[in-house]
């Protein structure tokens, strides 16, 4: 499979978070990057944002990981059709951060 710059994909069944471990399949996201080495830069989209949770989030942030984003194997993801617009992504992202702020987890161990 070829992969492009734009192109929207799904994360397949059985793939796992490569710094936490648990399962990721289903996630969706655009291509930001390909590599020579097969790997694949995704920004994640408006609807796995929101569904991470704010406890992901906030984990991600506290350990200086970027939860917007992620490096995977092109093996470990498929094309698919986008389900929302870059526009989506800003928005929910926005709010994403508004909420962490005041949560106390939010660099609790800093």
Do not use: H
Request: glycine share 6%; aromatic share 8%.
């Amino acid at each position: 499979m070829e992969l492009e710059v734009g192109d929207s994909v799904i994360v397949k069944t059985g793939v796992v978070d490569p710094d936490f471990g648990f399962d990721i399949g289903g996630w969706q996201g655009r291509v930001k990057e390909v590599d020579d080495d097969d790997m694949v830069f995704i920004a994640w989209d408006s609807v796995t944002l929101q569904q991470m949770g704010l406890d992901l989030i906030i984990r991600c942030e506290n350990e200086n990981l970027d939860w917007q984003v992620m490096t995977l194997w092109q093996t470990e993801v498929e094309k698919t059709m986008s389900r929302d617009s870059k526009k989506d992504v800003i928005s929910a992202t926005s709010v994403l951060k508004l909420e962490i702020i005041d949560d106390p987890r939010f660099n609790a161990y800093q």
